[in-house]
């Protein structure tokens, strides 16, 4: 198979959505378990992303990270430090980040203006 | 061999097969035949996942080609992955393949008996025809782009079974085939019948493919 001379062929332009400011609320619950999770330490920041793949196509992404090398938005959201990366920026302004306490299928739930359709778990969207 | 009609996009960055995974049917870690499927698990292509290096291969048939860029474009997202269309520096011919190939050319097996991707530089002809393809595959069941394998189907009603990995986490148009398979109603399904037969997929001399509704 040739692909010698693959760097003279050129690249498919991928229509990169425009980046929007995000606009991301969290419910009091979320917060407080948040605040569980970090403690005292506000050195740290919660990393909102989204990821290719799941069921309808894009999965949420939640890491609690110190620095991300990913471009992102960074917004204060009730004292805690929250990125978003730019690319995904589109996807997820308007969203609520819930904590629903159960013992089957809870967790951070993610509310999503954006989404036409969603699978069952809750943790991909399309 | 048949020559196919194909395109070839090489997609190039970090964690490509983990990318291509994320958004088909079959386990992706290597070399392999996988599905693309819409969120109502209708196929969008079924391509072969080739590694090359650090870059990945997808040879999808031609006609589906723009389908599959609209279905990978938009998730890329942060994903530092470029795609380039390297369609035209190779022929690629399906069905059973010689033993000799000319120096750089790539041997795949499939489920359609195989498949050669030979460098464009060399003038090869196929050594079928249309109809001798189309007998080949009727004797073996053998789906075929544009014939069996269309935008209106499944992977479980042309026959592509084995592309739908049973343990797989999920993907694009999982929930509905896992599903079926799971509830046993794959809804239609793909036979060989004698002739003369009604709506066949693929006509043959003297039997035909269709694509039945199971009882």
């Known amino acids: 198979m040739d692909c010698g001379t693959c760097e003279t062929t050129p690249t498919i332009e991928l229509n990169v959505p425009d980046e929007v400011d995000v606009n991301l609320t969290m419910t009091d619950k979320a917060t407080a378990m948040l605040s569980e999770a970090f403690g005292d330490d506000r050195s740290h920041a919660l990393l909102v992303g989204v990821l290719s793949g799941g069921c ?7 890491q609690i990270v110190e620095s991300t090398e990913t471009p992102c938005q960074e917004l204060n959201v009730k004292g805690y430090r929250v990125l978003v990366p730019r690319a995904s920026s589109h996807l997820l302004d308007g969203i609520e980040i819930d904590y629903v306490d159960r013992l089957m299928g809870g967790g951070f739930k993610i509310s999503n203006p954006n989404a036409s359709a969603s699978c069952g778990c809750g943790e991909s969207f399309a | 061999m048949f020559r196919h009609e194909a395109y070839i996009l090489l997609l190039e960055g970090k964690e490509v097969l983990q990318f291509i995974d994320g958004l088909s049917t079959n386990l992706v870690n290597g070399r392999c035949t996988t599905i693309f499927t819409q969120a109502n698990a209708k196929i969008i292509d079924v391509c072969e996942i080739l590694p090359l ?54 041997r795949l097996e499939n489920f359609m008996g195989g498949m050669a991707v030979i460098p464009q530089r060399y003038q090869i002809e196929q050594t079928w025809d249309e109809t001798r393809w189309n007998e080949y595959r009727i004797n073996n069941l053998i789906p075929y782009h544009g014939a069996e394998i269309t935008p209106k189907v499944h992977p479980f009603a042309c026959g592509l079974d084995a592309l739908v990995h049973i343990n797989k986490g999920c993907y694009v148009g999982q929930e509905i085939l896992t599903r079926m398979r799971s509830r046993g109603k794959t809804g239609k399904t793909l036979v060989r019948k004698g002739n003369p037969v009604s709506n066949p997929t693929t006509m043959g001399v003297n039997e035909s493919l269709c694509i039945e509704r199971t009882q």
Do not use: C, W
């Not at chain 2, 291969?57 to 795609?83: F, M, N, S, V, W």
């Open chain 1, 56 to 62: 309808s196509g894009y999965m949420y992404d939640l």
């Open chain 2, 53 to 106: 290096g650090e870059n990945v291969a997808i040879i999808g048939y031609r006609p589906y080609k723009d389908a599959l860029i609209h279905h990978l474009k938009p998730r890329i997202l942060e994903r530092q992955i470029t795609i380039r269309d390297i369609t035209t520096l190779n022929h690629v011919f399906v069905g059973p393949i010689p033993d000799e190939l000319p120096e750089g050319s790539t």
